[in-house]
């Protein structure tokens, strides 16, 4: 079980120039008070099948996390132009937020980013050269999440209640014990009689 559930990503510049600065709100639910700060990254992947492309736009610590719906707004630099391969610039990229806790991944939501020029014209016939002013990026609102079992150095709260009444009362008979001591008790009559 997951003590941090991400309940909401909301872009807040989509669609947007691909140069401009990725702004977001995420809003999320702690079940547990957390000892230490969350870990969000925001990661740009160009090509998939390189992973030494992926470039990270930026990082930030959230904390002291209390328990109930928490919200905070990130905003994550554009990425460098020169670190993504010509071929790879038009087209479907990717966009991960990542959230960790001590070190430990707990969830990743993907996102598909689309980058294609301003007008038609140029995306029929594009130039030569790519002309990185004149691109737009669009962020696809269906992301992909994966959730990842992890360590927390808390415990959520229905089972430290569980634990609790677990310690403090007895075992709760089955059925076939039930039938059994009936059983016996029929026999020790019968004997008795």
């Known amino acids: 079980m997951s003590i941090v559930t991400i309940r909401n990503?909301?872009?807040?510049?989509?669609?947007?120039?691909?140069?401009?600065?990725?702004?977001?709100?995420?809003?999320f639910e702690c079940i547990a008070p957390l000892k230490d700060d969350i870990e969000w990254r925001l990661i740009y992947v160009s090509s998939p099948g390189?992973?030494?492309?992926?470039?990270?736009?930026?990082?930030?610590?959230?904390?002291?996390?209390?328990?109930?719906?928490?919200?905070?707004?990130f905003e994550g630099s554009a990425p460098d132009p020169s670190k993504i391969p010509p071929e790879d610039v038009l087209g479907v990229a990717a966009l991960i937020l990542t959230g960790s806790y001590n070190e430990q991944e707990f969830v990743r939501v993907g996102y598909y980013q689309n980058t294609e020029y301003d007008n038609e014209e140029m995306n029929e016939t594009p130039p030569a050269r790519i002309i990185f002013e004149r691109l737009v990026r669009e962020i696809n609102a269906k992301p992909r999440v994966t959730r990842f079992q992890i360590k927390w150095d808390v415990a959520p709260p229905q089972l430290e209640r569980a634990a609790?009444?677990?310690?403090?009362?007895?075992?709760?008979?089955?059925?076939?014990?039930?039938?059994?001591?009936?059983e016996v008790d029929s026999e020790k009559r019968a004997a008795a009689s």
């Open 9 to 27: 990503v909301e872009f807040i510049n989509n669609p947007a120039r691909f140069s401009d600065v990725y702004h977001f709100r995420v809003t």
């Open 164 to 182: 609790a009444g677990a310690a403090t009362s007895a075992a709760v008979p089955s059925a076939n014990d039930l039938d059994d001591s009936m």
């Open 50 to 73: 390189d992973e030494h492309l992926d470039q990270e736009l930026d990082d930030c610590l959230v904390g002291p996390v209390p328990v109930g719906v928490n919200s905070f707004e």
